[in-house]
């Protein structure tokens, strides 16, 4: 993820909408005005959404002319562009205390329900909630009652084992913003995003970037001048470490263009891989530092156009960040026997895993089509909830007729190809919840757990192992279902349910949902040694889910999956030919 700087202010779209957001967010706790609140949302959301350049309309003064902007709003998006300040949310975050937006994080509290909170109770914390929690103040208060109070301590406790780590969406969404802000500096020549944000780590503790810039000293100032900076933990003249307003931490490095590459490497880690290549660099008579690869011999730093130039200085494949895990890629590279041909976005032909209104998604099957259309898919699986998930709507045998009907209407909409299957559950004893006679009539069938998760090792590992015999094909879905920093993945003997699923008619679902990214990379790379093959699925409720099939494919390049074993790179007959339940 990189960005080339240009004129000051000039990508700053997505800092622009985090201020934007952020002051929706402290009005709608402060109270008064819903409307006032719901026109700063949405006016990040259509400033996030331009298609043209924010510093063009501005200069202009043709912010008006975005649908949701009126003048006054547009007034301080201009404002806010040019000074990297906004008035409003200085006076907001003076008005209401500094640990009030820490509340969004904790997980089954809505923002009106920390309103609510900070009106009756005067909360202003995580820290003080727990306490009003604990002291039994919250089923007090109206609207609320004790199973809320119960769920929102669990949400506290979630968030305190959690800390302020992001999850992958997360990161990647705050870095885009840190990136277009110090993408806007004119000192800044190359902005990327490092760490584990660019490994694409399930979580991320810290968010990293590296700048090639002119002027290192300049790039910083202009970095703390970011209305999302709440504070600075470390300051160099080129480097600085802050905390944002929602309490995670930014690391910026701007280094003088030579430096760029050593910088971006070192940055990117891991740090155990990063060790690997500077025993490397001092086996080659190198040494490896901070921000140069140098000749012990001396001569001075050696020119890196890129990363894999220094790879290749050091005897290396290029390792994509995605592999850079100490997990033997090292020794892959040093041997040449490093994939060259992962997965990569561009690659996934069809949508896999999609849910429509008829059980828990939020809309219909055309919708879902027409979304899965425009992202240049050529195919899109329906694959609703079964009887079983009946919490979800799961569809009964009439109910998934009657959708097989508004399949074939919408199919004469919409020019991607629909295919027709179902997520059926995994009941306790290894078999599916519908029959064969509606199975076969399938196009595609996920096969997945949502329940009784806390069956023992043994008795988990039979009914995976005998669903993974049936003789339907299946794909296992979110196979160990997890949610990240949520749950924790059932337990089973992996292995011994990939032997079962390699020697029958299954294939392994890389499941994008960002909060589940489910399975993880080590049990796909064991699936790989079997020679399973793989669905990158979007696990999508919405048409914005549809996205989420990115980070799945980040998954599966994590777990060293190439192109070729990943079923839904097919065109869509070869697909349906290659995952139809009887064959």
């Known amino acids: 993820m990189t960005a080339t700087a240009t004129p000051e202010g000039a990508n700053d779209r997505f800092a622009v909408a985090a201020a934007l957001r952020e002051i929706a967010l402290l009005l709608e ?3 008064g005005n819903p409307y006032r609140a719901r026109a700063y949302a949405r006016g ?3 400033v996030e959404a331009l298609a043209g350049d924010l510093g063009t309309l501005v200069a202009e003064e043709r912010l008006t002319e975005v649908p949701g902007l009126g003048s006054a709003l547009a007034a301080q998006i201009a404002e806010l562009h ?9 006076r907001l975050r003076a008005d209401l205390p500094p640990g009030i937006l820490d509340l ?31 002291a039994g103040k919250v089923r007090g208060v109206k609207g609320f009652g004790e199973k809320t109070e119960k769920k929102i301590l669990e949400g506290i406790a979630a968030l305190e084992a959690r800390g302020q780590t992001l999850l992958l969406h997360e990161a990647l969404r705050a870095s885009e913003a840190l990136q277009a802000w110090l993408g806007a500096s004119p000192d800044a020549l190359r902005v990327d995003v490092a760490g584990e944000t660019r490994r694409r780590s399930e979580t991320v503790d810290q968010i990293e970037l590296a700048v090639a810039a002119r002027d290192g000293e300049a790039v910083v100032d202009h970095f703390l001048r970011m209305p999302q900076v709440a504070a600075v933990v470390e300051r160099e003249p080129d480097r600085c470490r802050v905390r944002l307003a929602d309490g995670v931490h930014a690391h910026v490095e701007a280094v003088a263009p030579p430096e760029h590459v050593p910088t971006l490497v070192r940055l990117t880690g891991s740090s155990a891989h990063y060790e690997k290549l500077q025993a490397r660099a001092e086996a080659k008579g190198l040494v490896l530092c901070d921000r140069a690869l140098e000749s012990r011999r001396g001569g001075g730093p050696i020119a890196l156009p890129d990363e894999a130039s220094l790879y290749r200085r050091l005897g290396l494949q290029y390792v994509p960040p995605e592999l850079r895990e100490d997990e033997g890629e090292v020794e892959a590279a040093a041997a ?11 690659d996934v032909r ?27 898919m050529e195919y899109i699986t329906i694959t609703d909830h079964s009887p079983t998930a009946h919490y979800a709507g799961g569809l009964n045998e009439d109910r998934l007729k ?13 020019k991607v190809r ?14 599916l919840d519908y029959p064969d006679r509606i199975l076969e009539q399938l196009d595609v069938v996920i096969a997945s757990i949502h329940n009784r998760y806390r069956m023992g090792e043994d008795e988990m590992t039979r009914r995976l192992v005998r669903a993974m015999r049936l003789p339907v094909y299946k794909i296992w879905g979110h196979a160990l279902g997890r949610y990240v920093r949520r749950r924790p993945p059932i337990a089973c003997r992996v292995e011994e349910v990939l032997d079962a699923a390699a020697a029958s008619k299954a294939a392994i679902e890389v499941n994008g949902d960002p909060h589940r990214l489910d399975m993880e990379p080590r049990w796909l790379r064991k699936a790989r040694d079997r020679h399973l093959r793989f669905v990158v699925s979007t696990d999508a409720h919405s048409v914005r889910g549809l996205l989420n099939f990115r980070y799945g494919v980040a998954m599966a390049r994590r777990g060293w999956i190439r192109k070729g074993e990943v079923l839904n790179t097919l065109d869509a007959e070869a697909f349906r030919q290659a995952v139809r339940p009887t064959q």
């Open 336 to 346: 040449g026997m490093l994939p060259e041909d992962l997965l990569e976005e561009k």
């Open 82 to 90: 040019r000074t990297g300040r906004s008035p409003m949310l200085e």
């Open 44 to 46: 990040a959301a259509a």
């Open 402 to 414: 009657q959708q097989w009907d508004d399949i074939a209407r919408a199919q004469e909409r919409v």
């Open 418 to 431: 629909l295919l027709r299957g179902t997520e059926s559950d995994i009941l306790a004893d290894g078999a």
């Open 29 to 31: 706790v402060k109270g």
């Open 104 to 134: 969004i994080r904790v997980p089954n509290l809505s923002v009106e329900r920390i309103a609510a909170l900070h009106r009756a109770l005067g909360v202003r914390s995580v820290a003080e909630l727990k306490a009003a929690a604990e």
């Open 350 to 376: 069809g949508f896999v895993h999609c849910h429509t209104y008829y059980s828990d998604g939020k809309h219909s099957v055309e919708e879902m089509a027409r979304g899965a259309e425009e992202l240049g």
